[in-house]
């Protein structure tokens, strides 16, 4: 099991960035794919990101397409999610994945999970 540590969550207006930080205690094959999620109150988790440690490829929900990047630092064991233009409808809580596929990452299946970082967008 991988542990994953977030960070870079807070408040923000509607038209504004931040930054996501999620560190990885080690990389194996069973964290091949890092990624993001979110859930908002009283809705499902859903799935908005995810990237490959060896390639770099990289994958997202519609809903954040052309304005949240997700990137990786494979020397500090670190993913990063780069959030721009965002909406009110970007408030959640934001929760860093690991899992051995892209496939297993982008169903939510078996996936080790971080503690959680509150995102909230001011209109």
């Known amino acids: 099991q991988v542990q994953l540590v977030e960070s870079g969550g807070g408040l923000v207006q509607a038209g504004g960035s931040l930054r996501l930080s999620c560190a990885a205690s080690?990389?194996?094959?069973?964290?091949?794919?890092m990624g993001w999620f979110r859930q908002a109150p009283g809705k499902e988790r859903d799935f908005v990101a995810a990237i490959r440690w060896s390639s770099g490829t990289t994958y997202y929900a519609d809903s954040v397409k052309g304005r949240f990047t997700i990137s990786r630092d494979n020397a500090k064991n670190t993913v990063y999610l780069q959030m721009n233009s965002l909406k009110p409808e970007d408030t959640a809580v934001y929760y860093c994945a690991a899992g051995s596929t892209i496939t297993t990452m982008t169903s939510g299946g078996n996936l080790d999970w971080g503690q959680g970082t509150q995102v909230t967008v001011s209109s």
């Open positions: 080690k990389r194996t094959c069973s964290n091949s794919a």
